[in-house]
Structures are given as structure tokens and as C-alpha cells.
């Protein structure tokens, strides 16, 4: 079935660090990819998305570019900031054909020092 | 504030009883998805419903089931609950029954002792 990897955490950076988190995923046909993020206390916010092959989806300086070849979605920040401390989730939809349902990586922890 | 509402925001039972979460979304959107966020297994889609239909079905349980009403708000019901159905319960909706946004209310979390 499909599936989501990404690095588990938590991952501890500098105020201004250079941000990446790793997603991989394994699925049947074309999926469309997802960045999601959880702030403490909070539901699931939509941070990005790409829904075919080298799009780039981008949001709030967060960057991410959909790569067939290698079946990753990383996500980038050039400059991360104390309020970007959140959990982040990579997620896959499978379009049509079974469930419609998001299906979510583990969750990264981000712990950002000031 | 996604506009996804979802109540209670806590609910404490025993084991062996049933529960119910309510979930109202969007204005205007006519799917409605539940999740189950637990530190065992993640995040993991249980199932939609699609103005008023049952659409698709995920890692369910069947001691658990949903439905969706006419004015579109939803309801999960979790019986002879376990310890192991301790977890967050999120609610998310979206325009159409494709899901390619959907807004996440802020969940019911669910201890079962």
C-alpha cells in the first residue's frame, strides 16, 4: 500500500538555520504531495502542495519540489525562525481508485532555538 | 481557524463504553474526513463521507462508525472502547470529494481509562 517516510525527530536548529526535512514515499500511480503543520495544541494546517511531477509548492518561505525520479518531497526553508517550531507532516493522496484519505508520515518535530 | 468545528475538544470514558464526536465543517464544503492521530500508529485516514454518503473507507474499526447529516455536519461513534482507541480524533473537511485541501479542525482528544 502507499506510504509516507520521513526523517523523525526532533530536529534542533538555530534561529536563521538552513531548514531541510526529507519525505519519500511509495505509491501506485501518480500521487499528489502534501506538507502539513501542527502547531502545539492545534489542528493540521495545509502548508504546501504539488500535484505532478516537478512542481514546486511553496508557502510562508517553505519550499518543496515533487522529483518522480528519486519519489521525494523535501522540504526547505532558507532562514527558519523561533515560530516555525511545529510539527511537520509529509502526506500523499492517490488519485482515484480506493481511499481518498490523506495518507501521513510519522511527523517531524522542529524545535527552533532563538 | 480553519472553520472546521469539532466538540468536545476533550472527552474522558471508561473502557466498554461509547462515545460521540461531532464534526461540523466548512461553509460550503460537502466532504467531511476522520483521522485518528495516536503516538502507536500516526496519523490514519478512518473515512469519509461525501454530502451525506459514505465515499471511502480507511483503517476503520468496526466497532466504530460514522455518518453524515443533512445540513452536512458529522458524527463518529466509538463503542466498546479499548485503552488502545486513547488518541486525537480529528475532523477535516473539504469542497468537493476530491480531496486535494482539506481544512483539519482542532480534534477531540479521546482518553478511554
Known amino acids: 500500500g502507499d506510504s509516507v517516510t520521513q526523517m523523525e525527530g526532533p530536529v534542533t536548529l538555530s534561529e536563521e538555520a538552513f531548514l531541510t526535512i526529507n519525505c519519500t514515499y511509495t505509491a501506485t500511480g501518480y500521487p499528489s504531495l502534501f506538507w502539513y503543520v501542527q502547531y502545539p495544541g492545534e489542528g493540521l494546517q495545509l502548508l504546501l502542495k504539488?500535484?505532478?511531477?516537478?512542481d514546486k509548492g511553496s508557502n510562508k518561505g517553505f519550499e518543496a519540489t515533487y522529483r518522480k525520479e528519486t519519489t521525494s518531497f523535501h522540504l526547505e526553508k532558507g532562514s527558519v525562525q523561533v515560530s516555525d517550531s511545529a510539527v511537520y507532516f509529509c502526506?500523499?493522496?492517490?488519485?482515484?481508485?480506493?481511499?481518498?484519505?490523506?495518507?501521513f508520515g510519522k511527523g517531524t518535530h522542529l524545535i527552533i532555538q532563538p | 481557524d480553519s472553520g472546521v468545528t469539532q466538540t468536545p475538544k476533550h472527552l474522558i470514558t471508561a473502557t466498554g463504553q461509547r462515545v460521540t464526536l461531532r464534526c461540523s465543517p466548512r461553509s460550503g464544503d460537502l466532504s467531511v474526513y476522520w483521522y485518528q492521530q495516536s503516538l502507536d500508529q500516526g496519523l490514519q485516514f478512518l473515512i469519509q463521507?461525501?454530502?451525506?454518503?459514505?465515499?471511502a473507507k480507511g483503517n476503520i474499526l468496526e466497532r466504530f462508525s460514522a455518518q453524515q447529516f443533512p445540513d452536512l455536519h458529522s458524527e463518529l461513534n466509538l463503542s466498546s472502547l479499548e485503552l488502545g482507541d486513547s488518541a486525537l480524533y480529528f475532523c477535516?473537511?473539504?469542497?468537493?470529494?476530491?480531496?486535494?485541501?482539506?481544512?483539519f479542525g482542532p480534534g477531540t482528544r479521546l482518553t478511554v481509562t
Open positions: 463521507y461525501y454530502n451525506g454518503e459514505e465515499r
Open positions: 504539488a500535484t505532478k511531477a516537478d
Open positions: 477535516a473537511s473539504s469542497q468537493t470529494g476530491i480531496a486535494y485541501e482539506q481544512y
Open positions: 502526506a500523499l493522496l492517490t488519485k482515484g481508485g480506493g481511499a481518498d484519505g490523506l495518507t
